[in-house]
C-alpha cells in the first residue's frame, strides 16, 4: 500500500504519514515516483500526482491486418472438390510456378495449373506402386519429389509436368526434403531412413543413383520431417526421440553461425520434455519462424528460427476439446451428436499412418498460421493471438493437409508507372487476387478449395471427375498391407504397450503377428518367461514357452535386415534355433548385441515402455512370474 499512497501526494511534499514514519521529503518524493517512472521524465517535476490505479494495458495490434486478412479467401464454405481415386494424402502448391499437385494413398500424383479463376487439370502419373510417404517442392517451385514405400524416389520437372528420374533406395524411405537454396546449380534432396537414423542426401536432378553424402551422426533415432530454410541455408530436422537439429546441407553438415549458440538457450527441447515428436514441420515465408504440429500432446508450436525459442503454443489435445466444450469456452458451441460425432474422428487421426499427413502452413505476410481442427480450418493471427477465420466450419469432413495460394494468377511481366496510374481496366483485372485455401479430408477420396466465391451451389461444387475405387474386403487387404499393419497396441493386465510394426524389414513376422492378433490368437495368453534386465517374453498358447505355430500351420524362415538389438524395446521373434519361428515373440528391456542375426526384429515399442518395466520386475519362480500377466487383445492399427 505505501507506493499507492505515495502517490496520492504531490512530489516534493511531506504527509503527515510521512512524519510518523519517519521518511524524509526526498524519500516521499522518490515512492510516489518509483510507480510511474516510466511516465516522469524528472524527479524534479511539480504539478498534481497521477492516478494511483495502473493504466489499461493495451492489446496488441497487428498493423494492416484487414489488408491481410482480404488477402485469404472470404468464402467460409468450400466452392469445390476434385477426386482422386483413392484417399488423398498430400496436397501442395509450388512457389513462383503456381502450380497445386495432389498426391493419394494409392501412388497416384496429379498437376493442376492455377488459372484466372480455379485450377485446370494438367497431367496426372501412378507414380509409385504402393503409399506415398513424404513429398518436397523446391524453393523455386520447378521440382517436385515423392517417396514411395516402394523404395524409389521420383523426380518432376514442374514446368514442364515431367517425371525427370528414379532413385532406387537401398532402404524404405521416412521423409524427404529439398535443401538447397533457390537458383542453386546443384539441386540437393534429403531422404531419411523408415528404420535407421541416417540422412541420404541425393543429386536433386536424379542422375545418380549413389547418395552425395550419408550422414549419420546428426540423429540417433529415425527422423520424422525435415524442413529447409532458404535464408538461412539450413536444414531443420526432428526424429522419433523428439530432438531437433539444425544443420546446413554443405560438406561439413555443422549448425549455421548465425544462429543460437547453444542448445540449452533454446526451447527445441519442448518436445523432449513433452514425450511428443514433430509429425511435419513448416518454415514462414519470411525464414524467421517456423511451426510443428506434435503427436501425442496434439500441440501447435510456433518457435523463432535465429534464437530457438517458443513464440506460441497451441493446445489442440482431445482432453482440451472435451473440457472447452463442457465448460462452453470453445470457439463454438456442438450440439452433442455433432460434437460427439466429430469427436470420434479426432480420436481416429491419432493413427500413426495418418500424423504425417497433418500440417500447419502460414500466409504470405507470415503473421498468421493456419491448421486444421474439430471446428475446421483456424486462421489465428499469432501477434495477437486471435482466430480471425473459420474455414468449414459447418462442412461434413475434417481437415488434414493443407496448402494456400494468394497470388496474382493473371499479372504478366512489369507494370510501370504510367501503366499504374492508367484507369485501364484490363491491367485493374489483371492486378486481382485469386487466394485459394486447399485441404483434404479424413477418409475422403477429394479436396476441398476455398475460394472468395460467394455464390455457392452444394448440387454442382462436388465434381465427379473420376470413378472411384469400389474394393471388397479382399482386395483392399491386398491393396494396403502396409497400413493395415503398421502399428499396434498390446492390451495387457498391465497396461498398454504401443509398437510400431518394420514390414519392409520382416514382411513375414508382421503378417503373421498382425494376422494372429486379428484372429484372437493371443487373445489370455500369459507372458510366461520374465527375465530383469533382458527381457519379457509372450505368444504361447501353452503359456510354458512349448507351443504356438505360425498362421501356415509350420516353421518359417528367419528375416535379418539392417535393424539391431542396439536398443531396448525392440521385439523379436522367439524361437529354437534358425529358421524356426511360430508365434512366440519377446520384448527386450536393455541392449542385446548378442541377439543379431539370431532372432527377426519386426517392431519396436514407442509408448507404454513404463508397461515393459512393470512386468519386467514382476515375482518370478524359474523365469515365470508367480502371478499370471495376460494379454488381453492386440489392437492392430
Not at 504527509?15 to 510516489?32: H, K, L, V, W, Y
Not at 492378433?517 to 495368453?525: A, V
Amino acid at each position: 500500500m505505501a507506493d499507492s499512497e505515495g502517490a496520492q501526494h504531490a512530489p516534493g511534499k511531506r504527509s503527515r504519514e510521512d512524519f510518523e514514519n519517519g521518511s524524509t521529503p526526498a524519500q516521499a518524493t522518490m515512492t510516489g515516483a518509483a510507480v510511474h517512472a516510466e511516465d516522469s521524465s524528472s524527479e524534479d517535476d511539480i504539478g498534481p500526482a497521477l492516478p494511483s490505479s495502473a493504466p489499461k494495458k493495451k492489446l496488441r495490434k497487428l498493423p494492416y491486418e484487414k489488408l491481410y486478412t482480404n488477402a485469404l479467401p472470404s468464402s467460409q464454405r468450400y466452392s469445390k472438390s476434385l477426386m482422386h481415386k483413392d484417399q488423398l494424402a498430400f496436397v501442395i502448391m509450388t512457389p513462383f510456378t503456381d502450380f497445386l499437385i495432389t498426391s493419394s494413398i494409392d501412388g497416384v500424383v496429379k498437376f493442376w495449373k492455377k488459372v484466372a479463376v480455379g485450377i485446370e487439370a494438367v497431367k496426372e502419373f501412378k507414380a509409385h506402386a504402393g503409399e506415398i510417404r513424404s513429398v518436397s517442392v523446391s524453393q523455386d517451385g520447378r521440382s517436385f519429389a515423392t517417396a514411395g514405400a516402394d523404395k524409389t524416389v521420383k523426380i518432376f520437372d514442374v514446368v514442364n509436368f515431367d517425371l525427370l528420374a528414379i532413385i532406387q533406395l537401398e532402404i524404405a524411405p521416412r521423409s524427404i526434403c529439398y535443401v538447397h537454396k533457390r537458383g542453386a546449380s546443384l539441386p540437393l534432396l534429403a531422404v531419411s531412413e523408415e528404420v535407421g537414423r541416417s540422412i541420404r542426401i541425393y543429386d536433386g536432378r536424379g542422375e545418380r543413383q549413389e547418395p552425395i553424402h550419408v550422414l549419420s551422426n546428426i540423429h540417433r533415432c529415425p527422423v520424422t520431417a525435415m524442413a529447409y530454410n532458404n535464408e538461412y541455408d539450413c536444414v531443420l530436422s526432428a526424429d522419433e526421440g523428439g530432438m531437433v537439429e539444425y544443420w546446413r546441407p554443405d560438406r561439413n553438415h555443422e549448425k549455421p553461425s548465425n544462429v543460437w549458440e547453444y542448445k540449452s538457450s533454446t526451447d527445441l527441447f519442448e518436445f523432449k520434455k513433452a514425450k511428443s515428436l514433430p509429425a511435419s514441420i513448416v518454415i514462414s515465408p519470411s525464414c524467421s519462424h517456423f511451426a510443428t504440429f506434435s503427436f501425442p500432446d496434439r500441440r501447435v508450436r510456433i518457435f523463432d528460427f535465429a534464437s530457438g525459442k517458443l513464440y506460441r503454443s497451441y493446445d489442440e489435445s482431445i482432453a482440451t476439446i472435451i473440457d472447452m466444450q463442457q465448460a462452453g469456452t470453445s470457439l463454438q458451441k456442438l450440439e452433442d451428436v455433432d460434437f460427439g460425432r466429430r469427436l470420434a474422428v479426432e480420436r481416429e487421426i491419432e493413427n500413426p499412418a495418418l500424423q504425417n499427413k497433418i500440417n500447419v502452413i502460414f500466409d504470405e505476410s507470415s503473421n498468421f498460421i493456419m491448421y486444421g481442427s474439430i471446428l475446421g480450418v483456424k486462421v489465428i493471427n499469432t501477434l495477437t493471438n486471435r482466430v480471425v477465420k473459420v474455414f468449414g466450419k459447418d462442412e461434413p469432413f475434417r481437415s488434414l493437409n493443407l496448402a494456400l495460394y494468394q497470388g496474382q494468377p493473371q499479372k504478366k511481366g512489369v507494370v510501370t508507372v504510367t501503366m499504374a496510374a492508367s484507369a485501364n481496366p484490363l491491367l485493374q483485372e489483371a492486378e486481382e487476387r485469386d487466394p485459394m485455401l486447399v485441404a483434404t479430408g479424413f477418409g475422403k477420396v477429394r479436396f476441398y478449395i476455398f475460394t472468395n466465391e460467394e455464390e455457392i451451389s452444394k448440387s454442382t461444387r462436388d465434381v465427379q471427375n473420376e470413378k472411384p475405387k469400389h474394393l471388397n474386403a479382399h482386395q483392399q487387404l491386398e491393396a494396403k498391407p502396409n497400413e493395415s499393419g503398421s502399428a499396434a497396441i498390446i492390451h495387457t493386465t498391465y497396461g498398454d504397450i504401443h509398437i510400431r510394426l518394420f514390414p519392409d524389414a520382416a514382411p513375414k513376422a508382421v503378417e503373421n503377428f498382425v494376422t494372429h492378433s486379428k484372429n484372437g490368437y493371443y487373445n489370455d495368453t500369459i507372458f510366461h518367461r520374465v527375465i530383469r534386465k533382458f527381457m519379457i517374453q509372450c505368444g504361447d498358447p501353452l503359456g510354458d514357452g512349448t507351443g504356438g505355430e505360425s498362421i501356415w500351420g509350420k516353421e518359417f524362415s528367419d528375416e535379418f535386415s539392417t535393424l539391431k538389438h542396439d536398443k531396448p524395446y525392440t521385439v523379436s521373434m522367439a524361437n529354437a534355433g534358425p529358421n524356426t519361428n511360430g508365434s512366440q515373440f519377446f520384448i527386450t528391456t536393455e541392449k542385446t548385441p548378442w541377439l543379431d542375426n539370431k532372432h527377426t526384429i519386426f517392431a519396436r515399442c514407442h509408448k507404454g515402455m513404463d508397461v515393459v518395466h512393470r512386468i519386467e520386475n514382476v515375482k518370478t519362480y524359474k523365469e515365470k512370474p508367480v502371478d499370471d500377466i495376460k494379454i488381453v487383445n492386440i489392437d492392430i492399427i
